[in-house]
């Protein structure tokens, strides 16, 4: 009986694994930083066995809330992730599970590997109406990939959407994933209707560094790329360094910064409320866009989320806010759940890639509806 996260976007210490009732586990923190929550690691020759995976550490953990009323995931082929029966017990997270396989794959969230990633960037490229630019190189020297979807020549609106500024939020990806689909169907009408005037910016992947080492938050140098935006660096956050250079190359007139969040079993969007600028026609456009994604898919919400920030007291440090207050656009912050959403719950999966997927279609349709404002 092994326990093993030696592989992409891994995260598991064994401490000991002597007991299949009682294998103790503990999550490891990013990196030159506190946060950890996220977990992947795979367990094998525990077939037929009623087996009890303890996460020694889970009340050290940067959010734990997020571990009241959750359930982690579980998959054999890594496509196919399931919910098992988790406990929390204010100390320790308990994970209790008869594996049909010898070998079976247990994580936080349905993992988006770097992998998996690449397959993505070389199928999507591959749409003749997308070009593929690659911004530059991260910490660990992996590429900063961009899809540019429709034609940047003759578009008058740019609309970015980013994701996964912390790795961990792995919902982000598969969000990107589904609205890439969406947006590169050439037979979708309100996609071709979009792309008439549009040009769409998208890195499905903000942090493959944190990606691949199996971070919860930060970066290779241990930073929060989402504290980085009013002064980011090559030296420290170039990620987000190569990605705002190129927002200041082709402009925003859209952004949509994508995120999982650990506590609330909502889909919800935090807006730029408290920045300098904010203003009636900005708050105009998010309810707008807001009341037409809750309209478009019923797994979105509004009113559950984030407390507003008051006038003049938003932290320009953040990407939305950042982003609104430079570029004078719509600029959200979309959040979906590591549970499950509580308005339509799935007991098999809970919130899950799928899901997500069809949550990052629903937003063109958002986009698309939002467009004459
Ligand atoms: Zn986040």
Redesign the pocket.
Known sequence: MHINSQFDSGNITCLNNTNPQDIKLCINQDYNSDYMQWFYFRATGYKGIDAKFVITNASKTSYTKGWEDYKAVASYDKENWFRVDTSYDGTQLTISHEPTFDSVYYAYFAPYTMERHHHLISNTQQSPIVAYECLGQTIDGQDMDLLVVGDAKTAKKSAWVIAR??PG?TM?EWFAEGLLQRLTDLNDPTSRALLRNTVFYVVPNMNPDGTKRGHL?TNAMGANL?REWQSPSMDNSPEVFLVLNKMNQVGVDFCLDV???ESLPFNFIAGAEGVPNWNERLLELQNRYKENLQRLSPDFQTTKGYPVNKPGEANLKICTNYIVQTFQCLAM?L?MPFKDTKDIPNEVCGWSPERCRKLGAANIDAIYQTLDM
């Open positions: 500024q912390h939020e982000a938050r989402n995120h999982g969040d912050t959040e």
